[in-house]
């Protein structure tokens, strides 16, 4: 197998975070995470259930990502697939991949999956927007040949971000894909703002109900 190429990215990286600036997106963080967790208890529930019901396995898939500062977490979420991985190799969900479960697909591509990381935002682990966090095994995969990519540790991993409201929601079967998705969450991070971040949240009211996810 030849050597893979380093994907170099086009723009200089900047930071734009300041004490104060963290400080009101935790706050944010904490309000609107406990708000939905109320708000969707009776959906948590509901979801909990079918996923017991339909398979068996874990009601919540728990998985080891990287954070703020490259600071190991467990992520959360509705289990959707008959396998755990969570190793050296972890393969991506591609479209009609038989290890996911009947309710898993309506899950993944409705993203109630993602409700449990409600629970990361409020640990602190994540952030309601910021740059969706990948498995350990893909950090270390892409890492080495998409330069700048530990750039994406300068703020919190986010339960949505700048890249997937651009489309770049789902599988990235390619380095080409990854870089291209990196790019905008390096995009982020040197613009983040809190409206920035209310403008994200909006458009990912509507990003869920395109059929990206799989």
Not at 35 to 56: E, N
Not at 164 to 170: H, K
Request: contains cysteine; glycine residues 6%.
């Amino acid at each position: 197998m030849s050597e893979l190429p380093l994907l170099y990215l086009p723009y200089e990286i900047t930071s734009q975070s300041t004490n104060f600036k963290s400080a009101v997106k935790r706050g944010v963080d904490i309000v609107v995470s406990v708000m939905a967790i109320l708000c969707f208890w009776l959906i948590f529930l509901l979801v909990a259930i079918a996923v017991k019901l339909d398979s068996p396995g874990p009601i919540i898939f728990r998985q080891r990502r990287s954070g703020f500062h490259a600071k190991g977490f467990v992520i959360f979420k509705f289990r959707t697939m008959t396998v755990l991985e969570d190793g050296a190799v972890v393969t991506q969900a591609c479209r009609d991949d038989l290890r996911v479960t009947r309710v898993g697909k309506f899950l993944r591509r409705s993203s109630l999956d993602e409700l449990p990381q409600l629970f990361n935002v409020l640990r602190g682990d994540m952030s309601l927007v910021g740059p969706r966090p990948h498995a350990l095994a893909h950090d270390d995969k892409y890492g080495v040949h998409i330069t700048d990519y530990a750039y994406r540790y300068h703020v919190k991993p986010g339960m949505t971000g700048w890249a997937q409201v651009n489309g770049l929601r789902g599988e990235t079967a390619s380095f080409e894909q990854m870089a291209e998705r990196v790019r905008f969450d390096l995009w982020y991070v040197s613009n983040w703002s809190l409206g920035l971040d209310l403008k994200i949240l909006w458009r990912t009211c509507f990003e869920v109900f395109r059929d990206r996810a799989y």
